[in-house]
């Protein structure tokens, strides 16, 4: 098992620091998701500037939408042909556009 990096007390408050602001971060994409007050499209759109967004697992996202819960949100996976470990990062253009096709009604 390797090491951890060594870190000063600064380097470590820093970490913790951003960590904290990343969640809660994620945390309010979710609730503004679940609320319908940002659609996927919007999401994807800022996924490409915003950290928080882009290091989200897809079906996180899928599951904090209104109409889809946990077992409709890895069918729509499964459909669509993402893995459920998949970040938003990593999705391609024609699995965005598969997602964005399947989910709006």
């Known amino acids: ?5 060594v870190l000063t007390a ?3 408050a820093a970490a913790l620091e951003k960590a904290a602001r990343i969640r809660k ?3 309010e994409i979710k609730r503004q998701l679940k609320c319908a007050e940002l659609s ?3 999401i994807f759109d800022q996924s490409a500037s915003n950290e928080a967004i882009s290091k989200m697992r897809v079906l996180t996202l899928l599951e904090s939408l ?3 819960g946990k ?3 890895r069918r729509v996976l499964e459909q669509v042909g993402i893995a ?3 970040r938003v990062q990593g999705l391609g253009a024609n699995q965005r556009a598969e997602l964005l096709k399947v989910t709006v009604r």
């Open 40 to 42: 996927l499209r919007q």
């Open 1 to 5: 098992m390797p090491t951890p990096p």
């Open 66 to 68: 209104p109409a889809l």
């Open 84 to 86: 459920e470990s998949r």
């Open 25 to 27: 971060e994620r945390a």
């Open 10 to 12: 600064q380097d470590r």
């Open 71 to 73: 077992v409709k949100a």
